[in-house]
């Protein structure tokens, strides 16, 4: 792959930790050459607990994402192909009830983008660094139950566990869900803002088991910004990085929707 063409993971100022507008967004797309664009910001949720996230698209505020962007999809149709999607965690307890309040908006998507385990509201956080194997082991359950719903169009920073422990141990558990994700059929992302932050994720041995394994994968930019669409280094040690390893990446990076 020379470039991308298509991505699917970008967020909106309405997370409250992304900036710009969302035209600005697509303007930059544009000027990178990008064909297709999706929107996924953090999905509204509606907690059983009454719990508040603050990290997501307030439930105030989904009615406005879906406007503004469905707006801009069609003044922007002859120039760049919108799509309106979220990135959401699967949380089992309270999954159809999601399901259901999601279902009042025109989402055309949702990637899984679990940033905790199982769930939030008990603070099970992935983002932090842990030995712990219970935790590395119930990451990647969960991940492996979100596939299995069939309702996600890809499976954004697999490789988000923060797991130190030594990469035997890692490499067992990931490829339990390399091989049910490859059983699905389902795409795993490679995730350029975690390359670009220096963060845990991309992790080399997962993809080095993912490529063994024969996993598709796919690129995301996850701009929480307009910069990075337009930032063709960037992209090109993206592509680069899945290379290095074999990785069997999506042809110029398009999904049917
Ligand atoms: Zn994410
Ligand atoms: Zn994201």
Known sequence: MEKLIANYHTHTYRCGHAEGTDREFI?????????ILGFSDHSPMIFPSGHTSSFRVPAEKAGDYFDSLTALKDEYKNDIEIHIGVEAEYYPHMFDSYLEYMSAFPCEYFICGQHFIYDEEKG?????????????????DNLIEAVKTEKFLYIAHPDLVNFTGDDETYAFHA?????????????LEINRLGLEDGRQYPKDIFWKC??????RAIIGIDAHSPGPLSDLPMHRRCIEYAGKFGVNLIKDNILSL
Do not use: M
Not at 175 to 187: G, H, N, T, W
């Open 27 to 35: 303007e930059s797309a544009i000027a990178a050459g990008i064909k």
């Open 124 to 140: 099970n956080s992935s983002f932090g660094k842990t030995e712990d194997v219970n935790i590395l082991s119930s990451y990647f």
């Open 210 to 215: 993912a490529a063994e394994t024969g996993n």
């Open 175 to 187: 490829k339990r869900f390399l091989k049910v994700a490859l059983e699905y059929d389902i795409p």
